[in-house]
């Protein structure tokens, strides 16, 4: 906000009535907005607050503190309008993420930007991260923060893309058939993408064909002739290809192995923390550096160029921001740390898991070179919303352990049970109901030149042994990247 005028603000004061549907309470705020939150932690001065109602609160409690920490004005509910009119600036409307659902269509109408979307089993944050440093380099981009991809998320990031933005990025994910639908309805994509198909909230759908079925959705939203990106190694290509051909969807672009797809994984080479990855992309053949290790990071990368090829981003200067790839905490975050005899490795993907990330993660874990006598230590935790299937699958994944020279498995929770009792004595570390639980068990096992892999779904609350392992450690050096599933 450096000069006053409208070019500064992301949305004008009388910008925001229209799409808002709303009626002012006060006086109209000076200007305009520079930013919008929904959550008074993270707000900054000279946002508009959203006064969303959750499952567990109401925004509408924390208008007060909106407006303390320098919120411009607040969007709030009729119910609520009468109480908090002293507070500020207020735009009333019947409800509140409607409006804020409206106000990100606004953005979307407005802007002139070529939009990716992308949704998936696995892999859709990382695709993103590696989508926004690859567009990045050729214009100014704007891109989902975190895993913002459900019912409010998704239009919280268009709400926020600025006006001239040139190319959007936005991740849409979903537990439940139609729900990807309004999403993509909203972003309105110009490029669609679907990762893989995995067993994830089997508990929500019959079969992988179900799961397939509400991924395909995404395509329903896009821009008439646009482009849909496909995995052509996955089990349900065709009936993902058969969606995208009923779609707006004028080409329909694939990524696979080297004998398969618009863009071929000629060879990966597996370094401690990177990738070195020779592809070829619709007939140009590449050798970049990806940096994070993963052959599924590898593929994944090949609909991040073919996104570039089709939004006429020059490959070889896409390829080459992917080196700068990193991980996110929770998502594969490599951290080297010093505990008291001696320095091992963590590797955090506590934010979430399903049975295809799990055994990337530990194929990962056996592809990787170790130091001295270190151990491979995997600590897993339950796996969520896989149904009655969960206790079978979880006891699945002994095989892969064995397979990939895990040489340690720690696990939390009653599912994980399952996997601890199918696994060989000589790899049984310890078994505890919690992930709290387990974390002192954890620390006083690892020991120096170890490889500690921590993974579960969200809601096993495997952070509390990445937090416990931080807690009891000290960085070595600078975390390096290695991005999981």
């Not at 000279?46 to 109401?58: E, Q, R, T, V, W």
């Not at 409690?61 to 009729?78: I, L, M, N, P, Q």
């Not at 709400?159 to 909203?186: C, D, V, W």
């Not at 809601?459 to 990247?481: C, F, R, Y």
Request: net charge neutral.
């Amino acid at each position: 906000m450096s000069n006053g005028t409208a070019n500064s603000f992301l949305w004008t004061s009388l910008g925001l009535v229209g799409p808002l549907a709303a009626r002012v309470s006060g006086s109209v705020p000076r200007g305009g907005a520079t930013g919008i939150s929904i959550d008074t932690r993270t707000l900054q001065k000279g946002d508009l607050f959203f006064a969303i109602k959750g499952p567990s609160s109401d925004g509408h409690d924390y208008t007060g503190a909106a407006f303390a920490k320098g919120a411009v004005a607040a969007v709030v509910d009729e119910a609520h309008a009468e109480a908090l009119k002293p507070l500020g600036p207020l735009y009333v409307v019947a409800d509140v993420l409607a409006a804020l659902e409206c106000l990100g269509a606004a953005a979307r109408a407005r802007s002139p930007a070529r939009i990716v979307a992308i949704t998936g089993s696995v892999g859709k944050t990382s695709t993103k991260e590696a989508l926004r440093l690859a567009l990045t380099q050729a214009g100014d981009s704007h891109a989902s923060v975190a895993s913002y991809n459900n019912h409010w998320g998704v239009p919280l990031t268009l709400a926020r893309m600025p006006k001239h933005t040139r190319f959007g990025i936005y991740e849409i994910g979903m537990n439940h058939q139609g729900e990807i639908t309004p999403l993509s309805a909203m972003v309105r994509p110009h490029v669609a993408i679907i990762t893989t198909i995995a067993p994830v909230h089997l508990e929500y759908f019959e079969s992988l064909a179900d799961v397939a079925d509400a991924k395909a959705e995404i395509f329903s939203g896009l821009v008439q002739g646009g482009v849909a990106i496909l995995n052509r190694d996955i089990a349900e290509y065709e009936r993902l290809l058969a969606h995208a051909k009923a779609s707006p969807a004028g080409h329909v672009a694939t990524f696979g192995e080297p004998d398969k797809g618009d863009a071929k994984l000629v060879s990966v080479t597996l370094g401690a923390n990177h990738s070195i990855v020779q592809a070829e992309v619709c007939g140009h053949r590449l050798t970049y550096r990806l940096g994070a290790p993963g052959r599924h990071l590898a593929m994944n990368s090949l609909a991040v160029l073919l996104t570039a090829k089709a939004f006429g981003v020059d490959l070889e200067l896409a390829a080459s921001t992917l080196a700068f790839f990193t991980a996110q905490p929770g998502r594969g975050e490599r951290l080297r740390l010093a505990a008291k005899n001696g320095p091992f490795t963590l590797v955090d993907e506590s934010y979430n898991a399903n049975p295809a990330s799990i055994r990337a993660s530990i194929a990962l874990a056996g592809a990787l070179p170790l130091p001295g006598k270190g151990r491979r230590i995997a600590v897993l935790g339950d796996m969520l919303e896989l149904g009655d299937k969960g206790a079978a699958m979880h006891a699945e994944l002994a095989g892969d352990a064995v397979a990939n020279h895990i040489d340690l498995v720690f696990a939390a929770g009653p599912l994980m049970k399952h996997l601890f009792e199918a696994l060989p004595g000589h790899l049984q570390g310890a078994w505890r109901d919690r992930a709290s639980d387990l974390a002192p068990v954890v620390v006083a096992a690892v020991q120096s030149g170890d490889m500690v892999i921590v993974k579960g779904s969200n809601g096993s609350k495997m952070s509390a042994i990445v937090d416990a392992l931080k807690e009891n450690a000290t960085p070595e050096n600078s975390a390096q990247s290695c991005q999981g599933p």
